[in-house]
T-cell receptor, first 115, second 114 residues
Framework: EAQVTQNPRYLITVTGKKLTVTCSQN?????MSWYRQDPGLGLRQIYY???????DKGDVPEGYKVSRKEKRNFPLILESPSPNQTSLYFC??????????????FGPGTRLTVL | GDSVTQMEGPVTLSEEAFLTINCTYT??????LFWYVQYPGEGLQLLLK?????DKGSNKGFEATYRKETTSFHLEKGSVQVSDSAVYFC?????????????FGTGTRLLVSP
């Protein structure tokens, strides 16, 4: 089954304790992206990756890092989490086929609480 | 920059009522437009899309028409069901094909009662 998986689904942590949220897709997509969802703000892009070893900032990258060492994985790293990073996080992936980009597939989300 | 504005929620309807969720956008060029749905506790699923002016996207009884003249992409359904209760997001994708960012509206929660 084609899917994007994220782990963990729920995480409660404390300020300053480094954490990683993993994202993996089994569709061989070259493009992957992270979004955060906040009430009244919709989804905003954090980082994206056009392919292995190619990453770039989205609209709200402060406080986050990413890496893309393998095509299927795109982890989101919070080196020193703060309470304003409490949010619902989504990973997404897509590919280009026939010269056009296909729809983005979203993971199930990771609800992060930083105390 | 590109932006999407959609109506505030929640929208509360009785089963079999007609649904409209308004969405307007600001963008350069000719973006692709999408409606995503988020059921409770789940991720986003693509509901429908339109890639050029006057296209109509449709799925599961939902429809939306890409109106370039009014920069709108309103979501409609003729008869909603309780199972349609969810959050609906309007989104656009830039015409720059090398840049795949989706720009989302704030989401509209739909509550359908029996």
């Amino acid at each position: 089954e084609a899917q994007v998986t994220q782990n963990p689904r729920y995480l409660i942590t404390v300020t300053g304790k480094k954490l990683t949220v993993t994202c993996s897709q089994n569709m061989n997509h070259e493009y992957m992206s992270w979004y955060r969802q906040d009430p009244g703000l919709g989804l905003r892009q954090i980082y994206y990756s056009m392919n292995v070893e190619v990453t770039d900032k989205g609209d709200v990258p402060e406080g986050y890092k990413v890496s893309r060492k393998e095509k299927r994985n795109f982890p989101l790293i919070l080196e020193s989490p703060s309470p304003n990073q409490t949010s619902l996080y989504f990973c997404a992936s897509t590919e280009k086929a026939g010269g056009a980009w296909n729809e983005q597939f979203f993971g199930p989300g990771t609800r992060l609480t930083v105390l | 920059g590109d932006s999407v504005t959609q109506m505030e929620g929640p929208v509360t309807l009785s089963e079999e009522a007609f649904l409209t969720i308004n969405c307007t956008y600001t963008a350069t060029g000719y973006p692709s437009l999408f409606w995503y749905v988020q059921y409770p506790g789940e991720g986003l699923q693509l509901l429908l899309k339109a890639t050029k002016a006057d296209d109509k996207g449709s799925n599961k009884g939902f429809e939306a028409t890409y109106r370039k003249e009014t920069t709108s992409f309103h979501l409609e359904k003729g008869s909603v069901q309780v199972s349609d209760s969810a959050v609906y997001f309007c989104a656009l994708r830039s015409t720059n094909t090398g840049f795949q960012k989706l720009v989302f509206g704030t989401g509209t929660r739909l509550l359908v009662s029996p």
